[in-house]
């Protein structure tokens, strides 16, 4: 079993930034990629950044240029620093880890103000 935790979020006027981050602990020797989904209301959860198996990183085209997904050298605890927010970056972020299984947390919310 592998658990997230999530810290961060908030709310933020437009041009902004917040940084979100999610520690991992358990098994997480079994994770081989890990990263940011949102889901705004009434919309489907999308992907906002991942480092993926091989090691690269994939982004959103909404925010190429204003996020930037980190992890730290244990490898266990994922980043995002999120610049230049935009009222359509609100939504619920969920941080996802992908091994034997998916995990999830449990979101936490960001709000953008214009």
């Known amino acids: 079993q592998v658990q997230l935790v999530e810290s961060g979020g908030g709310l933020a006027q437009a041009g902004g930034s917040l940084r979100l981050s999610c520690a991992a602990s358990?098994?997480?020797?079994?994770?081989?990629?890990m990263g940011w989904y949102r889901q705004a209301p009434g919309k489907q959860r999308e992907l906002v950044a991942m480092?993926?198996?091989?090691?690269?990183?994939n982004y959103a085209d909404s925010v190429k240029g204003r996020f930037t997904i980190s992890m730290n050298n244990a490898r266990n605890t994922v980043s995002l620093q999120m610049n230049s927010l935009k009222p359509e970056d609100t939504a619920v972020y969920y941080c996802?880890?992908?091994?034997?299984?998916?995990?999830w947390g449990v979101g936490t919310l960001v709000t953008v103000s214009s």
């Open positions: 358990g098994a997480i020797f079994n994770i081989y990629a």
């Open positions: 480092f993926t198996r091989g090691g690269s990183t």
């Open positions: 996802n880890a992908e091994g034997t299984r998916n995990y």
